[in-house]
C-alpha cells in the first residue's frame, strides 16, 4: 500500500514557542476551468467507472457509471439553460442528502450558476432570509413540506421565478424542458467559468444572529480538495481489493458534506447517500452500500460507541465491553510511534472478533478510515477508534476555509490535536491565541459584505489554540465563548462540554459561569442512553420530572462531572448542574442545524435553572 510520507511543515518560532506553520502545496492550482467540468472530465477519463450509487426501492444500490453521470448532469444544465436561468444566477437548493442534491449542484455549476445550500430543517424566516439575502431566482426542495415552507414566503421573494421539488419529477420536468438546448450551450457556459468565478454561497450557522453568506469560488475548492485527495491517499484512492467509496448521511447544505462529495467526484470514489440519520436507518444503508470510509461528526461516533456499550450491558458482558475499550485506547495511544508490547498484542486479537469487528460491522464492515469534523473528537474517541481498526482522521477548519484547515498527517497522529495544516495552507497564533489562517482555500468574503482581504492577509477564526514543538494545532475553545469568572478566572467551556457529550446519558450539556463565582453546567439527557439506564435500573414508569430528581441517576451523572473535572484546574471545575427534562434541539432554537449552541437563546430560556445553581450556594 502506497501512503505518502506528509511534508514536514515550515515553523516560526517566537520567544521560543511555535507561533506559526505553512505546509507547502502537493499540488498546483488549475489556471483554467470550473467543478463543472469535473463530471465531464471522469466522463472522458474513465467513462466506465462508477462514481455513484443509487438505492433502489428494493434496497439494492445501482451503480452511476461516470459516462452515465455525465450525461444527467448535461441533460439538467439544458433544462436550467432553458427556464432561464443566465450565468451568475443564484439557485437554492433544499434537500436532505440526496442524489438529486448532487446531481443538481453539478448540473448549476456546468450552467454557470451559483448554487446555495439551505438546511432542510430550515424555518420559512431562515429559508427566506437565505433567498433574500442571495438573491436566488430559483429553488429546488425535496418534498411538499420543503415546497410549503418556500411558498409560504414567496410574496415576500418576488424576483424567485422557479420553484421545483424532486419528490414531484422536477429532475425529469427539466430534462425535458431542455432537449432543445444544444450540447454546445452548455460547453460555452462551462467555458465561461474559471476558477475565480463564485461556486457557492455557504451561509454561516448564526450562533450570534442573521447568518451571512460565504462566498466560495471554483478555486476555493480546488485548493481544498486536490490536496486532501493528495495529502490522504489511502482515503481516496483504491489501495487494496475494495474500491474507495463513501456513504453521504452528514448534510450537503453543511461546507464539510459538500467538500468531501466535491473531492470524491474529482477523485473518482463511488458516494451513495443515506437521506436518513435515524440510526436503524442509516444502520441498514451502512450495512448494504458498505463504504471503506466515512466522514463524521463526533455526536455521530459517540452515539456508534455508547448503542455498542449499551448493548454489551443488556447482554451482561459491560466489564468485558469496557476492558477491550480500554485495550483499544491503550492501543491507538500508542499509534503515535511506540511499538505495542506482547501483552497489549494479544488483547487487541482477543476482543478484536468479539467487540472490534461489531463495531465495524455497525459501520458497514468495510470501514478502515473516518474522517472527522464540526467540533472536536477527543483523545479518548480518538484512540478508541484507532484501536478499533480505523483510522481517525481528525480536521479542522470553517465553512470560511471551505471546510479542512489542518487534518490529521498520515503515519504521524497526534491524538487530541487537529494535525497540521492543509498542504498550502498557514496556521498563525496571534497574541491573546485567536488562531488565524491563510491560503487559497480561504473565502473572498460574505456575500453583500466587505471581502475577505487580499492575498496574505489573515483570516480571524474566533477560535483559541495553541502549536506544539511539532506544528500541531490544538483548538481549546471560541474566543467569544470564554468564561471570565467573578473571580477573574478565564475558562474555556468546550472542553468540559466535550468529555460530558461523550457520555452515554448526556445528550447536550453547557457550561455556565461568566461573571458568577463559580463554573456550573445545565445538561440535558440523551434519549437512547435514557432508556436504556431506564431498564437497567427498572426505573422506566418514572416520568421524566421525577427521574431528573432521582438519586441514582443524579450519582451517575455526578460522576461524569468528576471524571471531566479531571482536565481541568479546580477554579476552572463544573461545582454544580442541573439536569433538564428537555433537550436543546433546533425547533426550540437552542442548535444551529449543524449541532452548535446557541448559548444567548439556552440561558435566556434557561434563567431560572442558571440562577438555581447559584442562588444556593
Given amino acids: ?271 451513495g447517500h443515506a437521506p436518513s440519520i435515524r440510526s436503524e436507518d442509516l444502520l441498514a444503508d451502512l450495512a448494504g452500500f458498505r463504504p471503506t470510509f466515512l466522514l463524521a461528526i463526533p455526536y455521530v461516533l459517540e452515539k456508534v460507541y455508547n448503542t455498542a456499550r449499551a448493548t454489551a450491558e443488556k447482554m ?62 477527543g483523545r479518548r474517541l480518538a484512540a478508541f477508534y484507532t484501536g478499533a481498526g480505523i483510522e481517525v482522521f481528525e480536521g479542522y477548519g470553517l465553512t470560511e476555509t471551505t471546510a479542512a484547515s489542518t487534518i490529521t498527517p498520515p503515519l504521524r497522529p497526534r491524538l487530541g490535536t487537529v494535525g497540521w495544516p492543509l498542504p498550502g495552507t498557514a496556521v498563525r497564533i496571534a497574541d491573546d491565541g485567536e488562531v488565524l489562517l491563510s491560503g487559497p482555500h480561504v473565502f473572498a468574503g460574505y456575500w453583500n459584505g466587505p471581502p475577505a482581504g487580499s492575498a496574505g492577509q489573515w483570516l480571524a477564526t474566533g477560535d483559541i489554540g495553541e502549536l506544539d514543538a511539532d506544528g500541531y494545532l490544538t483548538i481549546t475553545g471560541r474566543k467569544k465563548d470564554l468564561i471570565i469568572t467573578s473571580g477573574g478566572k478565564n475558562v474555556a467551556p468546550a472542553p468540559l462540554e466535550d468529555w460530558l457529550r461523550a457520555h452515554p446519558l448526556v445528550g447536550q450539556c453547557m457550561v455556565v459561569g461568566d461573571n458568577r463565582p463559580y463554573v456550573t453546567a445545565l445538561i440535558t439527557l440523551e434519549p437512547e442512553g435514557l432508556q436504556h439506564w431506564r431498564q437497567m435500573h427498572k426505573k422506566t414508569a418514572m416520568p421524566i420530572w421525577d427521574l431528573v430528581r432521582d438519586e441514582e441517576l443524579l450519582a451517575d451523572l455526578q460522576r461524569a462531572v468528576d471524571d471531566a473535572n479531571r482536565l481541568v484546574s479546580r477554579a476552572e471545575s463544573i461545582r454544580r448542574f442541573a439536569v433538564l427534562t428537555t433537550d436543546f434541539t433546533e425547533e426550540r432554537g437552542h442548535l444551529t442545524p449543524s449541532m452548535k449552541l446557541k448559548r444567548a437563546a439556552v440561558a435566556r430560556d434557561h434563567e431560572r435553572e442558571i440562577e438555581g445553581l447559584y442562588g444556593a450556594s
Fill in 316 to 377: 451482561g458482558r459491560a466489564s468485558s465491553f469496557d476492558r477491550a475499550a480500554r485495550i483499544a485506547r491503550s492501543f491507538g495511544e500508542l499509534a503515535e510511534g511506540k511499538r505495542p508490547g506482547l501483552a497489549l498484542r494479544m488483547g487487541r486479537a482477543l476482543y478484536d472478533p468479539l467487540v472490534y469487528r461489531r463495531i465495524r460491522a455497525a459501520l458497514g464492515g468495510r470501514v478502515r478510515y473516518i474522517l472527522s469534523g464540526g467540533s472536536p473528537l
Fill in 1 to 271: 500500500m502506497r501512503v505518502a510520507e506528509p511534508v514536514e511543515p515550515v515553523k516560526t518560532l517566537i520567544d521560543g514557542r511555535v507561533r506559526e506553520v505553512w505546509v507547502p502545496a502537493l499540488v498546483a492550482p488549475p489556471q483554467y476551468g470550473s467543478l463543472g467540468d469535473i463530471p465531464f472530465d471522469n466522463a472522458r477519463e474513465a467513462p466506465g467507472e462508477a462514481v455513484l450509487a443509487r438505492k433502489e426501492r428494493d434496497g439494492t444500490w445501482r451503480d452511476v457509471t461516470a459516462a452515465e453521470f455525465a450525461a444527467e448532469v448535461l441533460a439538467v444544465a439544458k433544462g436550467l439553460i432553458a427556464e432561464g436561468l443566465r450565468p451568475g444566477d443564484r439557485m437554492a437548493i433544499m434537500a436532505r442528502t440526496t442524489y438529486e442534491w448532487t446531481l443538481l449542484d453539478f448540473a448549476g455549476w456546468a450552467a454557470g450558476l451559483v448554487t446555495v445550500p439551505i438546511y432542510p430543517t430550515s424555518s420559512a424566516i431562515q429559508a427566506r432570509w437565505i433567498i433574500q439575502d442571495s438573491g436566488a431566482v430559483a429553488c429546488a426542495v425535496e418534498d411538499t413540506a420543503q415546497a410549503r415552507i418556500i411558498s409560504t414566503e414567496r410574496a415576500n421573494l418576488p424576483w424567485m421565478r422557479h420553484l421545483w421539488e424532486f419528490d414531484t419529477g422536477a429532475v425529469a420536468r427539466l430534462v425535458k424542458a431542455g432537449e432543445h438546448v444544444p450540447d454546445e450551450v452548455v460547453r460555452d457556459r462551462r467555458a465561461g467559468c474559471s476558477p475565480e468565478s463564485v461556486a457557492t454561497l455557504i451561509y454561516t450557522s448564526g450562533t450570534t444572529g442573521r447568518p451571512k453568506g460565504c462566498v466560495l469560488t471554483h478555486a476555493n475548492f480546488f485548493a481544498e480538495v486536490d490536496n486532501s485527495v493528495e495529502l490522504l491517499h489511502p482515503v481516496f484512492k483504491s489501495v487494496s481489493k475494495d474500491p474507495a467509496s463513501t456513504l453521504l448521511f452528514l448534510p450537503l447544505s453543511h461546507v464539510f458534506g459538500r467538500m468531501v462529495a466535491v473531492g470524491c467526484m474529482r477523485a473518482r470514489v463511488k458516494v
